[in-house]
């Protein structure tokens, strides 16, 4: 009888030993799903760029291919900064909405700072100086902007160039808005409208694909393109792009961006440091 209880308490103690080890493994489990949840925080070091990849040669898209001006800096920026990149892509009048949501933390669009969408967004430092002209075809007789008022004139949707045509008398009925530039360059070819005010280096980079258009007149404004990012992200965002960009002008990458997507053609070139509250255009 004794030998049997005893041996009915080995046989307990061994099956409680068991159920230790058991728990003892689960334990670890937890352990293990915790510390994959910690290797996350990695992502943060991912900052989601939104693009409008209708705005050549700063952003353009062929193939599924995003590259341009503006895709190369912020590219830039973030590998000296120690961030990656997860580009998203989306329509101009989308992406200061994406950015007050937090949907997107910078945005790259060739963004004029204006003090209106200051109140929304922060801006980097300026890292190009541009203006709005006028496109229209080779045999126009426009000679400026003023002789366009009563005429149809195209543009992009949501930019500085509709803010421009409103203030200088132009009426809404004549100016035809599209989301992607290339459609009104497209109206302009077909007769859908007399001229094309928009961004200068990029009625530029038109001229320089076609042969029937030319630019009348100087600039019409004088603005400056900054980086966008979320005031929903934190200053040192902010800090570390302008680190950035300063740091690209120093080892010569800004100035090779101007000869890969511009040309050479420099007049858009900012040496000195502009701080985006100095810069502003007041609408």
């Known amino acids: ?22 728990g003892s493994s689960k334990d670890q489990g937890s352990s293990s799903t915790s510390s994959s949840g910690s290797s996350g925080s990695k992502d943060s070091k991912t900052i989601i760029v939104g693009a409008d990849t209708t705005f ?19 590219k830039d920026i973030a590998k000296k900064e120690g961030y990656k990149v997860q580009l998203k892509t989306m329509s101009f009048d989308g992406i200061i909405p994406a950015l007050q949501s937090g949907q997107i933390d910078v945005a790259v669009a060739g963004i004029t700072i204006k003090t209106s969408r200051m109140k929304n967004v922060d801006f980097s430092d300026a890292y190009y100086k541009s203006g709005l002209s006028v ?3 080779k045999d126009s007789k426009f000679k400026s902007v003023n002789d366009l008022k009563g005429h149809l004139v195209a543009t992009k949707k949501a ?3 509709v803010d421009y045509l409103k203030d200088h008398g132009f009426k809404d009925s004549d100016i035809k808005q599209f989301k992607d530039i290339n459609d009104a360059y497209q109206a302009l070819e077909n007769g859908g409208a007399e001229a094309v005010v928009f961004d200068n280096p990029v009625n530029i980079d038109f001229t320089n694909k076609k042969d029937n258009v030319k630019i009348i007149g100087g600039l019409l404004t004088g603005e400056y393109y900054g980086i966008a990012v979320s005031k929903k992200k934190s200053d040192e965002l902010l800090d570390k792009i ?42």
């Open 135 to 137: 496109l229209v075809k």
């Open 1 to 22: 009888m004794k030998k049997k209880g005893l041996l009915l308490l080995v046989v307990v103690l061994a099956f409680g030993m068991i159920l230790a080890a058991c």
């Open 159 to 161: 930019t500085s160039s």
């Open 56 to 74: 050549p040669p700063f952003e353009s898209e062929v193939a599924g291919k995003v590259s341009g001006f503006d895709i190369d800096m912020i």
């Open 242 to 283: 302008n680190d950035g960009l300063a740091g690209l002008k120093d080892d010569g990458t800004y100035k090779k961006l101007f000869s890969k997507y511009l040309g050479g053609d420099m007049n858009g070139y900012v040496k000195e440091v502009k701080k985006p509250e100095d810069v502003a255009v007041e609408d």
